[in-house]
């Protein structure tokens, strides 16, 4: 065991939204797929005088109609502070923040809903696993999609 190039050493949710569907029938199968998750980020790096730090801004939302057989409806943003080892060159800490941080924070947030729909009258909602890889020889950087701002 070794530790990661990508360390989290703080995060925090900024903004918790959550509903009850109360057209939910839980006798029928759930019908969300993962085009009812809208997932937007913001990765920016901030010099301090000792250190570099990337803040990642995570935003969820899952808002889907009544006629959808979905038990709740939410919207979360997390922001999570991170530093890169000083091993990792230079050129890479944007796409391991991108990747990792994003990754990282993916992961806080499933914990997050599955415990506060938990709460809820029906069972607990847990989102799906994802992933945040892109492979930076598959595409240019003027190629790349812009990011949305939560």
Not at 13 to 41: G, M, W, Y
Not at 50 to 79: G, H, M, T
Request: glycine share 2%.
């Amino acid at each position: 065991m070794k530790p990661a190039p990508l360390a989290l050493f703080n995060y925090f949710v900024e903004q918790l939204t959550f509903s009850a569907n109360i057209a939910f029938d839980p006798d029928k199968p759930i019908t969300l797929d993962l085009t009812d998750l809208r997932i937007t980020s913001r990765v920016n790096a901030v010099k301090r005088a000792d250190r570099e730090v990337w803040e990642v801004c995570l935003q969820v939302v899952q808002n889907v109609p009544e006629d959808k057989n979905a038990p709740y409806n939410f919207s979360i943003v997390l922001i999570g502070h991170f530093e890169v080892d000083a091993a990792v060159p230079a050129d890479r800490h944007r796409w391991l923040v991108e990747t990792n941080g994003r990754s990282i924070l993916y992961g806080t947030c499933r914990e997050v809903i599955r415990a506060t729909t938990a709460q809820g009258p029906y069972q607990p909602l847990l989102l799906p696993t994802l992933s945040f890889y892109e492979n930076p020889q598959e595409q240019a950087p003027a190629a790349r999609v812009a990011e949305e701002a939560p």
